[in-house]
């Protein structure tokens, strides 16, 4: 039988380093034998203590995690929370097909499987009445989300697609969320509610750089310039552009420009081969290859109060955005 090591005395730790010929001490001599020393419980945490008085807070305890408790959370998996992408159509210049194609490209992604939402933010409410609604005779429009605040699921109305409708009283929505602090981030604020239960949001723009529009740029992710192929159409760019710039720098600096689409092509013209070449020779890349054509389809549509996909599923209108919408999500996959 091992003879018992004395207990160590309290107070006798060596005073300097151990000489050469001395003998080790007590616990050198058991880690050099191989001998396991009993267990110490640290010091402050014995019975007798326990039972004397309760234990003290720390004050690590009153305040923030410390940073290795914080790893340690980090650690443990979180269902990943997926957020909408967000695609705004701007062009200041009227007439270029914003809304034919905010609303043909969304409806393009809901027949691939997606989840899309459509906002009408041009007080004209064409893309409202492209799905047959009456801006007129609406009581509830995305003016009540913007000056008032009401949740935007409250005006969301189902047709092909969602939609955020519009009314004639945006209108005036510049002037009345002219006092508003943060009036450039309205949008961007009702989209929260929202935008986990969507894939992608597409804005439709009034023909303007005004405070609308500058709402949509602040809550995108990306803009999809739709571009008449005529010259007077492609001189509105430069102001886009300035404007986009302004945008990155004060609101939204993840805004960026997804693609230029050439709208209305005629190509049995010179002008319009011309146009499209001098947009290529300026943007390269970010000229879409998809070619939205000119066809008497996408102005009978809207009568009927439906996209071209629904109005004329097998047609070369319809195919021209589904074109569009494989380019766009094979960006997406990039």
Same mark, same amino acid.
């Given at each position: 039988?091992?003879?018992?090591?004395?207990?160590?005395?309290?107070?006798?730790?060596?005073?300097?380093?151990?000489?050469?010929?001395?003998?080790?001490?007590?616990?050198?001599a058991e880690?050099?034998?191989?001998?396991?020393?009993?267990?110490?419980?640290?010091?402050?945490?014995?019975?007798?203590?326990?039972?004397?008085?309760?234990?003290?807070?720390?004050?690590?305890?009153l305040?923030?995690?410390?940073?290795?408790?914080?790893?340690?959370?980090?650690?443990?998996?979180?269902?990943?929370?997926?957020?909408?992408?967000?695609?705004?159509?701007?062009?200041?210049?009227?007439?270029?097909?914003?809304?034919?194609?905010?609303?043909?490209?969304?409806?393009?992604?809901?027949?691939?499987?997606?989840?899309?939402?459509?906002?009408?933010?041009?007080?004209?409410?064409?893309?409202?009445?492209?799905?047959?609604?009456?801006p007129?005779?609406?009581?509830?429009?995305?003016?009540?989300?913007?000056?008032?605040?009401?949740?935007?699921?409250?005006?969301?109305?189902?047709?092909?697609?969602?939609?955020?409708?519009?009314?004639?009283?945006?209108?005036?929505?510049?002037?009345?969320? *002219?006092?508003?602090?943060?009036?450039?981030?309205?949008?961007?604020?009702?989209l929260?509610?929202?935008s986990?239960?969507?894939?992608?949001?597409?804005?439709?723009?009034?023909? *303007?750089?005004?405070?609308?529009?500058?709402?949509?740029?602040?809550a995108?992710?990306?803009v999809?310039?739709?571009?008449?192929?005529e010259?007077? *159409?492609?001189?509105?760019?430069?102001?886009?552009?300035?404007?986009?710039?302004?945008?990155?720098?004060?609101?939204?600096?993840?805004?960026?420009?997804?693609?230029?689409?050439?709208?209305?092509?005629?190509?049995?013209?010179?002008?319009?081969?011309?146009?499209?070449?001098?947009?290529?020779?300026?943007?390269?890349?970010?000229?879409?290859? *998809?070619?939205?054509?000119?066809?008497?389809?996408?102005?009978?549509?809207?009568?009927?109060?439906?996209?071209?996909?629904?109005?004329?599923?097998?047609?070369?209108?319809?195919?021209?955005?589904?074109?569009?919408?494989?380019?766009?999500?094979?960006?997406?996959s990039?």
């Open positions: 039988m091992e003879a018992a090591v004395p207990e160590k005395p309290e107070g006798d730790e060596p005073a300097g380093p151990v000489a050469a010929g001395d003998p080790p001490p007590p616990a050198v880690a050099s034998s191989g001998a396991v020393p009993p267990a110490t419980p640290p010091a402050g945490d014995t019975a007798e203590e326990d039972s004397e008085e309760p234990a003290r807070l720390r004050a690590r305890d305040i923030a995690p410390s940073r290795h408790e914080a790893e340690e959370k980090a650690d443990e998996p979180e269902g990943e929370v997926k957020h909408a992408e967000v695609i705004a159509f701007a062009n200041q210049k009227g007439g270029v097909a914003k809304t034919t194609t905010t609303l043909n490209l969304a409806v393009a992604f809901a027949e691939s499987g997606h989840r899309v939402l459509c906002i009408d933010l041009d007080p004209q409410g064409n893309l409202t009445m492209s799905q047959g609604i009456d007129d005779k609406v009581e509830k429009s995305l003016y009540d989300v913007l000056v008032h605040d009401m949740p935007i699921s409250e005006i969301i109305v189902k047709k092909e697609i969602d939609i955020a409708v519009a009314s004639i009283d945006l209108a005036g929505a510049e002037i009345a969320m *002219s006092t508003k602090i943060g009036r450039e981030r309205s949008l961007e604020k009702a929260k509610e929202v986990a239960d969507y894939d992608f949001v597409c804005i439709d723009t009034p023909p *303007s750089l005004g405070l609308l529009t500058i709402n949509a740029l602040t995108a992710n990306k999809i310039v739709p571009v008449q192929c010259y007077l *159409s492609m001189r509105g760019l430069v102001q886009l552009q300035n404007t986009l710039k302004m945008i990155q720098e004060n609101l939204n600096p993840d805004v960026r420009i997804e693609g230029i689409l050439p709208t209305m092509l005629d190509s049995r013209t010179v002008h319009a081969k011309e146009a499209v070449e001098i947009l290529e020779e300026n943007f390269g890349d970010l000229v879409f290859k *998809s070619r939205i054509r000119k066809a008497i389809k996408f102005a009978e549509a809207p009568v009927k109060g439906s996209s071209v996909l629904k109005y004329d599923p097998q047609g070369n209108a319809a195919g021209y955005y589904r074109d569009l919408a494989k380019e766009v999500l094979a960006h997406e990039a």
